[in-house]
């Protein structure tokens, strides 16, 4: 069995520790593989980016703990989500809504939670719920509900001209993500010559497929491997050098940038 962790609790304190351990004695030959723990406290939108970039890379029967935000709301408790074989222990706090938007169904309650909380039941309920996944009851002793906090991702806003995207992630090489997937590229820009006006003195009329389609500190766009618009400079680091940030003091303050459609033949 794999068990992925994915979390907002860092490195500095022992809770990462304490749920492996939780985990490990409970499920002795369980793999368990870590996602991210540095996502910024709370930070749903983060969270979400991070684990579709990585869930569609491991094998079905795959276990997803989300350990963001976890005592959120005025009545925490824990979902599993069963998805493409694979399977999704999270807070009802948003964060499955916003992964897989209006494909989620046949949610299922595991557990409530009672004041005073205690971080302990999070992977000693969690580790019941991997446990009854392996023996097949999960579906027998937990019962589908409705969701109590529906999210989306942030979507990119049409203009007359263009759109308008939302920095959604940036990356430990400071690759700057946005919120528009190559599908709704092509919908909103189709075949029209563009222009991404990052600086005064960045201009990208052009999609890359590689880093190095680009000379050494310039600046590039390009499709990441989960579908998304990426900003880069080609060894070197695009938000810090370009000036753009995705959020502050780990709360939703996003950057805009512009993607303007451009009349024929004005981009050589």
Excluded at 221 to 233: H, K, M, S, V, W
Aim: charge should be negative; charged fraction near 20%.
């Amino acid at each position: 069995m794999i068990i992925t962790l994915l979390s907002d609790l860092g490195s500095h304190d022992a809770e990462v520790t304490i749920v492996k351990a939780i985990l490990s004695d409970t499920l002795p030959q369980v793999q368990i593989v870590d996602i991210s723990h540095s996502v910024p406290q709370f930070n749903l939108q983060q969270a979400a980016y991070l684990l579709l970039s990585a869930y569609k890379h491991f094998p079905d029967e795959t276990i997803h703990i989300i350990l963001v935000d976890v005592f959120a709301g005025v009545a925490p408790s824990m979902l599993l989500f069963k998805y493409q074989n694979q399977y999704f222990i999270a807070p009802d706090n948003g964060i499955l809504p916003l992964i897989f938007g209006e494909e989620i169904s046949d949610a299922r309650l595991c557990y409530e939670f009672k004041k005073p909380y205690s971080f302990n039941e999070w992977p000693q309920n969690a580790a019941k719920i991997a446990r009854a996944i392996a023996s097949g009851e999960s579906e027998i002793l937990y019962q589908p509900c409705e969701l109590k906090t529906e999210l989306r991702f942030m979507q990119p806003k049409l203009l007359h001209d263009g759109v308008e995207c939302n920095i959604l992630y940036i990356d430990q090489f400071e690759n700057v993500v946005l919120d528009i997937t190559k599908a709704q590229f092509e919908e909103i820009i189709g075949s029209n010559p563009f222009r991404i006006r990052v600086t005064r003195s960045h201009e990208l009329t052009v999609i890359s497929n590689n880093y190095n389609d680009v000379g050494e500190n310039e600046a590039l766009c390009r499709f990441n491997d989960t579908g998304y618009l990426e900003i880069a400079i080609n060894q070197g680091k695009a938000a810090s050098i370009l000036g753009l940030g995705a959020f502050n003091s780990g709360k939703l303050l996003y950057q805009t940038i512009k993607i303007s459609i451009l009349p024929p033949g004005s981009v050589s």
